[in-house]
């Protein structure tokens, strides 16, 4: 069905009603006044940036977390919300972007944890029954018996859905439902969603990026800022450039330039390296390529399809099984982390959090984590923290960190000061190459513009750089080669004016043409 | 050696009791280093009991009694407080030792009461053992209790959302977990070796603590493990038996720990976690604090 036919349709009687939410946190108002309400057989996508309040109403709406005032009504029905189980027992499900599953079991005992009617002895053949009724419906392929920790992202999310379904959820609430996915694997889920909601369920997904999920599918479209309510739209009359606008609260440019610079010699070159993973299967299988100065190689992929393990490899933590690595024409294939970074390897870890700094350092420390074998900044053993305390001075007000001064705790930090903070401190070096394992995710569209042009800019310093993002937009805006990564493997290495969404989107999701992703 | 084979059940008998408890409060993410303390603990008060009472009943129930009180003061420590569970343990064990030596001084001797009988030559108490890893078993992966118990101790905030009381059902198993090392502590010294003397045990707790990790943190593979561990119990302390000369009972007493120690390792390859993913209680060990 199509998205007209959709908006066209006439909805349902009001399932969900908000009245007058509003929830202070000491310093903040997190949600100021908001009035919400949903329809049966309604998608009403929430749009916001990080802080816009978007968490705390979902913790609200799914009984996590009490509002100062306002009140909930449900089918008519003005209701308090104790615990989730108190908004389960109303019919409204969630499914969490950080997974709640139960790595160990299996999908089936997942999905019936915790369920009224799951029996005192389970019955794990009538459960498995009513879950495939239920997968039939609404098109969803899993198999029931394969313990959670064996499948992908996207079969996670679907185990959520599921598990909220049998629990006969007739609201459901998906908090960044396709940040996970690839292109193919997404438009899976949101033809599931549409049948969910041609089947009267009343869905509300929370989207921080990805507008164009938001028109191609909501009905409605509610977008905070600042913890209140900027605008409402029927979605037919939004656009992207409208819903970023209300969003951010200024002209939003979708581009973000490309200079070309004229490459310069190879700085890194990959030449069939393989490597295990640390579950023990091969995650990267035979990958060969090159990136020269003055170029952004990019890496389009699905969280785990060996772009994380490929990243370790090359930054030193983790062993190739075969293959060969060179920097500047020197093999580097078994140094150890540190002289790499001596020979100009710059490397910005995924987790900002728990590999990209230490959140009871200090900014200074933090930053002395990546100088403390520079005779510049250490002698005889002493680390000169004076010289340090300077240059994160100079960092700070360089990249823009919105902090009180240069001895705050990094876990005091937001993610996007904080990226900022870790990028400073490789750029600052002047590195050779520069390794960026996604390095936008979480972050407001602010940040990332930032942090995207700051690639750039080392880009045009002729540093080589290599971008692994799971975000395809960010990898086709930014990149100079494309490569889409599947199961350990290069798809293709496409040069950008070659690359589009539908072919890179294709072959990251392991097809070959295009046409098996329609 | 009948009477060989007869001793070696009831010793795996008092391992399968002890770390069927363990098992239990493992699969619900509790580490309980304290076995041994409740066993002696157990062990001595239920010897004292049967023997003022001149009845096994009462000395069984003192036992359990007991184990079940050392259990939930485990879980207070543990769930209630949130401490580390390796120290609360370790100081229900040093607490069982002292106190243990403490009380039970003078009663040191023989009980002094007519032996269990036994069925068919061997202790009824095994009989009960292999009765109750099957129901372990059943209720672990079978029920709905089991299920339960198991996603609390791979994942509690998972089961908090679920609707599962966390803190009520490792509670639950602590303290029924304490109720088995109690009386495996009672079988020891009402049964298997009916006479008190301080320190009786000397580590038969820390083998049926290996011994669970030597399961996988299945039943039916920790009854093997105890059938093993009782023959080679029985083994080092009549080394002479099969092997006459080759090593002294002490040193024989540590090959369960070399075979744990041999399991674990395999268990923390590549090629193990690929093929079974990881065996061990994801939240084992690590207190979980609401919200």
């Not at chain 1, 009724?133 to 064996?150: H, P, T």
């Not at chain 2, 407080?81 to 039970?104: C, K």
């Not at chain 2, 304490?178 to 070796?193: E, I, K, R, T």
């Amino acid at each position: 069905m199509t998205k007209e036919l959709l908006a066209g349709r006439e909805r349902g009687a009001t399932i969900l009603e908000l009245r007058g939410i509003t929830k202070r946190f000491p310093g903040v108002v997190a949600n100021d006044q908001i009035d919400f309400e949903m329809r049966a057989g309604e998608i009403h996508a929430i749009l916001g940036e990080n802080g816009a309040g978007k968490t705390t109403l979902m913790k609200i709406l799914y009984g996590i977390m009490q509002p100062d005032e306002g009140d909930i009504y449900v089918r008519g029905q003005r209701v308090k919300f104790h615990s989730p189980l108190n908004a389960i027992e109303l019919g409204i499900g969630m499914v969490h972007q950080n997974r709640k599953l139960v790595n160990a079991h299996t999908v089936t005992e997942n999905i019936i944890l915790g369920h009224p009617n799951a029996g005192r002895v389970l019955n794990l053949r009538r459960a498995e029954q009513e879950i495939d009724e239920l997968c039939r419906r609404y098109g969803f392929k899993i198999d029931l018996r394969a313990a959670v920790w064996q499948l992908s992202e996207g079969e996670k999310q679907v185990v959520e859905i599921l598990k909220a379904l049998y629990r006969g959820a007739k609201i459901l609430i998906l908090d960044e439902p396709t940040s996970a996915l690839a292109p193919p694997e997404t438009k899976k889920l949101l033809s599931s969603v549409e049948a969910m909601a041609d089947d009267e369920l009343a869905i509300i997904p929370f989207i921080t990026h990805k507008l164009p999920i938001v028109l191609s599918t909501s009905h409605r479209v509610t977008v905070l800022r600042g913890g209140r309510v900027i605008a409402r739209f029927d979605t037919s009359s939004a656009t992207e450039q409208s819903l970023a606008r209300e969003m951010v609260g200024r002209e939003v440019l979708f581009r973000v330039e490309r200079p070309a610079v004229e490459t310069g010699k190879p700085v890194l070159q990959v030449d069939n390296l393989s490597a295990l993973s640390s579950r023990g299967f091969m995650a990267v299988k035979n990958v060969t390529f090159t990136v020269r100065e003055g170029e952004i190689f990019g890496i389009a992929g699905v969280s785990g399809n060996g772009q994380h393990e490929l990243a370790e490899v090359l930054a030193g933590l983790r062993k190739p099984e075969a293959g060969k690595v060179t920097l500047d024409g020197a093999e580097i294939t078994d140094a150890p982390p540190l002289a790499r970074w001596q020979a100009g390897l710059g490397y910005i870890p995924s987790e900002r959090n728990a590999v990209g700094s230490i959140g009871e350092f200090s900014l200074v420390e933090n930053v002395a984590m990546n100088y403390y074998f520079d005779d510049k900044y250490a002698r005889n053993g002493l680390v000169d923290y004076a010289n340090i305390r300077k240059l994160t001075e100079e960092m700070i007000v360089d990249y823009d960190v919105a902090t009180p001064n240069a001895d705050v705790k990094a876990k005091n930090l937001s993610g996007g000061n904080l990226q900022k903070v870790i990028l400073a401190r490789v750029l600052t070096r002047g590195p050779r190459l520069v390794i960026a394992n996604l390095p936008t995710q979480g972050l407001d569209v602010g940040a990332t513009e930032f942090v995207q042009n700051k690639l750039i800019e080392a880009k045009k310093n002729k540093a080589a750089v290599l971008l692994i993002s799971e975000d395809l937009d960010e990898i086709l805006a930014i990149s100079d080669w494309i490569a889409p990564m599947y199961e350990g493997e290069f798809m293709g290495i496409l040069p950008a004016d070659e690359a589009n969404r539908e072919r890179v989107g294709a072959l990251m999701a392991g097809l070959k043409s295009e046409r098996e992703a329609q | 050696m009948w009477e060989f084979i007869a001793r070696s059940l009831e010793a795996s008998t008092i391992f399968t009791l002890a770390a069927l408890g363990e098992l239990l409060g493992q699969r619900s993410g509790i580490l309980n280093v304290g076995i041994e303390g409740i066993m002696l603990f157990g062990a001595t008060f239920g010897f004292i009991a049967a023997q003022n009472s001149d009845s096994y009943a009462v000395g069984f129930l003192v036992a359990i009694a007991i184990g079940a009180l050392l259990g939930s003061l485990h879980g207070f420590f543990s769930i209630t407080l949130g401490v580390d569970q390796v120290v609360s343990g370790m100081g229900i064990w040093i607490l069982g030792f002292g106190l243990t030596t403490f009380i039970g001084n003078p009663y040191t001797g023989p009980l002094g009461m007519d032996r269990i009988p036994t069925v068919f030559g061997v202790s009824p108490f095994f009989i009960l053992s292999v009765i109750l890893v099957a129901v372990m078993w059943f209720v672990l992966s079978k029920t709905s209790l089991g299920l339960r118990i198991r996603s609390v101790g791979e994942n509690p905030s998972v089961a908090e959302v679920s609707g599962i009381n966390v803190a009520r059902t490792r509670y639950m198993c602590v303290v029924v977990g304490g109720m088995l090392m109690g009386f495996a502590g009672a079988v020891y010294s009402l049964d298997y070796n009916p006479v008190w003397n301080y320190n009786f045990l000397m580590g038969w707790g820390f083998i049926a603590l290996a011994l669970v990790f030597f399961s996988l943190w299945n039943p039916w593979i920790l009854l093997g493990g105890s059938l093993l561990f009782g023959f080679l119990w029985q083994l080092s302390l009549n080394p002479q038996l099969f092997l006459p000369g080759v090593f002294s009972r002490y040193i024989w007493r540590t090959v369960p720990f070399v075979i744990t120690l041999l399991v674990l390792m395999v268990m923390s390859t590549k090629w193990f976690r690929a093929k079974w993913g990881s065996a061990k209680p994801e939240a084992l060990g690590e207190p979980y604090v609401k919200g």
